[in-house]
T-cell receptor, first 113, second 114 residues
């Protein structure tokens, strides 16, 4: 079975902290994605990566950065956490190709206080 | 730009009722279209997909047909069960540039009552 594993299910961080969310996939997928999920807004793409060290901004990259040093791992970094970044964060991965299915992790519920 | 619009929820149905969840899209060219489902406490999983006009995707009794003329991909099921209660997301992957991006709608919550 394909597995996309996010390092934490729940996180509580303080305003101003630097926060790292980690995601690992075991299927040798080229593409990896970070989304945030908010009620009424669906999934919004923060960043995605199509190869090691390659990244592209999504629709809401402000306040976030990413790192992909190895093919299987994609990290989302909140440089200085703020309360409006309290959300559910979902990582996904897929092969390259227009019909390729994306596989999702279980999500990290981040609360910034 | 590329976007997906779904009908607002929640949708509440009785068991064995007919389900339709509307999805329309805006995209350059001919995108691939997907329905994903998110059960409570879980991540999203693919329900079905279609990659060209008039294709019908189907899985677990759910169906959706890629309609280019109406830019729609409505999800249907003839007889829903309580276990179908979940959030359903329509998504597209644009072909123009084919960067691999997946663009999602806002999700529709389905509640099925016994």
């Amino acid at each position: 079975d394909v597995k996309v594993t996010q390092s934490s299910r729940y996180l509580v961080k303080r305003t101003g902290e630097k926060v790292f969310l980690e995601c690992v996939q075991d299927m040798d997928h080229e593409n990896m994605f970070w989304y945030r999920q908010d009620p009424g807004l669906g999934l919004r793409l923060i960043y995605f990566s199509y190869d090691v060290k390659m990244k592209e901004k999504g629709d809401i990259p402000e306040g976030y950065s990413v790192s992909r040093e190895k093919k299987e791992r994609f990290s989302l970094i909140l440089e200085s956490a703020s309360t409006n970044q309290t959300s559910m964060y979902l990582c996904a991965s897929s092969f390259w190709g227009d019909a390729a299915e994306a596989f999702f992790g279980q999500g990290t519920r981040l609360t910034v206080v | 730009g590329n976007s997906v619009t779904q009908m607002e929820g929640p949708v509440t149905l009785s068991e064995e009722a007919f389900l339709t969840i509307n999805c329309t899209y805006t995209a350059t060219g001919y995108p691939s279209l997907f329905w994903y489902v998110q059960y409570p406490g879980e991540g999203l999983q693919l329900l079905l997909k279609a990659t060209k006009a008039d294709d019908k995707g189907s899985n677990k009794g759910f169906e959706a047909t890629y309609r280019k003329e109406t830019t729609s991909f409505h999800l249907e099921k003839g007889s829903v069960q309580v276990s179908d209660s979940a959030v359903y997301f329509c998504a597209l992957r644009p072909l123009a540039g084919n960067t691999g991006k997946l663009i999602f709608g806002q999700g529709t919550t389905l509640q099925v009552k016994p």
